[in-house]
């Protein structure tokens, strides 16, 4: 189990907010769950892709991600402790982007304790198990010699490089059938069985549900986070359980 232990008020989980300049509505609705939603929390959870592409903390430098990560150090600074595990999107989030956001980064997979309820966080994509060409992607990606290579390169060069795996992502995913797009049954099976977890969270499918499922007998369940695109969407849990939420 993980040091994280919560025990009086709601906690929050949300993923998948895809920000960029280039889509305003998705970082309007941050914005407004920053000022209205999140202040009332005991902690908030991001689990992953809340960045559309993060290719380097130099990143920062743009006016628009210094402006959401100041917008989270904002919530932190008032006392709601901000927790974020990386994405495909922005497994490249490091040190100085934490300091900017005042969060504490994840491992994925981690466990915390939710109101005396051991719960397992994801970003989601590692359960995905039957897209072979995704999986090898994603084992080159995070090794830490790809990592060093790629974060050598000009800020310029590494943009250009992420815009050109997006467009090949793109058109990757228009030739795989939807099913092994979402996770496997059998890896969330594996996964909450190993960490000894009744609840699982995670993000990545854009698939918003709560799934009800016995792992060796014990009634279960898994909610899949919902993306940002056209509304706001969260999971709020307090000792009575879980709920998900959309706004305004
Ligand atoms: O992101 P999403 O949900 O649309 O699709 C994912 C999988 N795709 C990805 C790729 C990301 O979208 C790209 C992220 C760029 C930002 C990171 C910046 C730093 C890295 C820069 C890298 C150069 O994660 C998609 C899944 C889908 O989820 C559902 O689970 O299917 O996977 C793919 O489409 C991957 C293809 O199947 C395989 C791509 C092969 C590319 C091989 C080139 C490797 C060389 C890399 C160096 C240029
Ligand atoms: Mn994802």
């Given at each position: ?12 989980f ?9 889509r ?45 990560a ?49 719960t ?36 310029e ?50 698939r ?41």
């Amino acid at each position: 189990m993980s040091a994280q232990r919560h025990g009086d008020g709601p906690v929050l989980f949300i993923s998948d907010l895809h920000l960029t300049p280039e889509r305003p509505a998705p970082a309007a609705l941050f914005h407004r769950f920053i000022r209205d939603i999140a202040p009332h929390a005991e902690a908030l959870y991001i689990l992953g892709d809340f960045f559309e592409a993060w290719v380097g903390d130099d990143d920062l430098g743009l006016p628009f991600h210094a402006g959401v990560a100041a917008s989270l150090k904002g919530l932190a600074d008032a006392g709601v402790r901000v927790y974020f595990m990386a994405g495909n999107r922005d497994f490249l989030a490091g040190p100085r982007l934490a300091a900017h956001a005042g969060w504490t980064h994840l491992a994925d997979p981690c466990v915390i304790d939710l109101h005396g309820h051991p719960t397992l966080l994801s970003h989601g994509d590692a359960y995905c198990t039957d897209d072979p060409a995704y999986q090898a992607f994603r084992q080159q990606v995070r090794t830490a010699a790809w990592q060093a290579d790629f974060l050598a390169k000009p800020l310029e060069e590494r943009r250009a490089m992420a815009r050109a795996i997006r467009e090949r992502s793109e058109q990757a995913k228009a030739g795989k059938k939807p099913d092994i797009m979402d996770v496997n049954p059998d890896a969330i099976l594996a996964a909450m069985r190993q960490a000894g977890v009744t609840r699982l969270i995670h993000g990545h499918t854009h698939r918003p549900a709560r799934h009800f499922l016995r792992v060796d007998g014990v009634e279960c369940e898994r909610w899949v986070l919902p993306d940002w695109y056209e509304s706001g969407g969260y999971l709020a849990c307090d000792s009575n359980g879980c709920q998900a939420r959309t706004f305004p």
